[in-house]
């Protein structure tokens, strides 16, 4: 069982910045990343780091602007967001492929094949 908790959304002017995390109870050896869903959308797949944290994957729209990492040793992971935009506003998810699915790919990360997820932290970008 992966308890994951999340911190850090807030409400923040476009051009601004926010850094999300999630800490994870338990081993950090597997794909972890973010999912955001906005009012009346699906849930997207943001961002993705692989268990050792040498692989890496943005979805397009965030590219160049959010950086994922994670910290071993402190069993955490992250989302630095940069240059924030109004369509960035979002209920952000931490999630965990605890079973490998996803391949820590861009390709397969996706809500189907997620094991875990957290609460949720909400993050409002006005212009």
């Known amino acids: 069982q992966v308890q994951l908790l999340e911190s850090g959304g807030g409400s923040v002017q476009a051009g601004g910045s926010l850094r999300l995390s999630c800490e994870a109870s338990?081993?950090?050896?597997?794909?972890m990343g973010w999912f955001r869903q906005a009012p009346g959308k699906e849930r997207e797949g943001v961002a993705v780091i692989s268990s050792g944290g040498g692989n890496t994957y943005y979805a397009g729209s965030v590219k160049g602007r959010f950086t994922v990492s994670r910290d071993l040793a402190k069993n955490t992971l992250y989302l630095q967001m940069n240059e924030l935009k109004p369509e960035d506003t979002a209920m952000y998810y931490c999630?965990?492929?605890?079973?490998?699915?996803?391949?820590?790919?861009?390709?397969?990360?996706?809500?189907?094949?997620?094991?875990?997820w957290g609460q949720g932290t909400q993050v409002t970008v006005s212009s």
């Open positions: 338990g081993s950090v050896s597997y794909c």
């Open positions: 999630a965990v492929d605890l079973r490998g699915r996803t391949y820590c790919s861009g390709t397969y990360w996706t809500p189907t094949l997620i094991d875990y």
